[in-house]
């Protein structure tokens, strides 16, 4: 059964950072991609950072090119999301995914099949 638990988030000062960690478990790490997304409330759920898993290859949104990056530790079958620069319009709870192995990785939700919990992330001004 694949899980994936998220954890990192808290409440930060505009310019702060955060990482956010997800673990993983249930499947092969390395065979997927896998993806950060965030909702706000009162907005639909958007991607932020996907890292395909077998080779690394990352993209991100718009929005976070250059503060954030995505990376995976393939030992602790984890991927994690280091926020740099945070501005309050990066509040919201952000969600770790997974897609079906040998899928690469998409900017939408609807295709991504695993999700955790999700992790409260606060930025105040």
């Known amino acids: 059964q694949v899980q994936l638990v998220e954890s990192g988030g808290g409440s930060v000062q505009a310019g702060g950072s955060l990482r956010l960690s997800c673990a993983a478990s249930g499947y092969t790490f390395n065979t997927v991609c896998m993806g950060w997304f965030r909702q706000a409330p009162g907005k639909e759920r958007e991607v932020v950072a996907t890292i395909y898993t077998r080779n690394g290859l990352t993209q991100y949104a718009d929005s976070v090119k250059g503060r954030f990056t995505i990376s995976q530790d393939n030992a602790k079958n984890t991927v994690y999301l280091e926020m740099n620069s945070l501005k309050p319009e990066d509040t919201a709870m952000y969600y770790c995914?997974?897609?079906?192995?040998?899928?690469?990785?998409?900017?939408?939700?609807?295709?991504?099949?695993?999700w955790g919990q999700g992790t409260q992330v606060t930025v105040s001004s």
């Open positions: 995914a997974a897609k079906s192995p040998g899928y690469f990785c998409t900017l939408v939700a609807g295709h991504y099949v695993y």
